[in-house]
């Protein structure tokens, strides 16, 4: 007789998306290439700067942000992060031109590594060569 007491308070007292699990996920029919959010935190003053910036741009946020992050030039300051995330990524594409002596099978991630670490390069060393618009 408990058994059955104990159901009938979950059905009164369990929301809707707590009784079948997790909520069903719809399907993407529009079959989007970007399916990916990304999220950040900035300040009341830092929203409203960025939001006259995209105002001014004529972009929709998406566009302004994707171009923004692919393209603007930035300052980094090396320390043991970025020089340990410079090492893996170098190892993982000295692997791959290892096995076949050619870039050819490098992925499209560990060709824009290679851009930005090659960037990065002639920024300290005083080189002004752009590698954003060659293909490597």
């Known amino acids: 007789m408990r058994e059955g007491n ?3 308070q979950d ?3 369990r929301r809707n998306t707590q009784s079948g ?3 069903k996920k719809k ?5 989007r290439k970007r399916n990916t959010i990304m999220n950040f935190r900035v300040s009341p003053t830092e929203k409203s700067l960025i939001d ?3 105002t001014l741009s004529g972009l929709s946020k998406s566009q302004f942000f994707i ?3 692919m393209y603007q030039t930035i300052f980094v300051k090396g320390n043991i992060r970025t020089f340990d995330a410079i090492k893996a990524s170098l190892a993982d594409i000295k692997d791959v031109i ?10 499209l991630e560990q060709m824009e590594s290679l851009r930005l670490i090659l960037e990065l390069l002639n920024k300290i060393y005083g080189k002004d060569e752009d ?6």
């Open 6 to 8: 104990n159901k009938m």
């Open 11 to 13: 059905k009164i007292y």
């Open 21 to 23: 699990g997790a909520p």
């Open 27 to 31: 399907k993407d029919e529009k079959a």
């Open 52 to 54: 006259k910036r995209i």
């Open 67 to 69: 171009q923004s992050c």
């Open 98 to 107: 290892m096995e076949d002596r050619t870039l050819e099978n490098l992925t």
């Open 131 to 136: 590698y954003g618009n060659k293909n490597i």
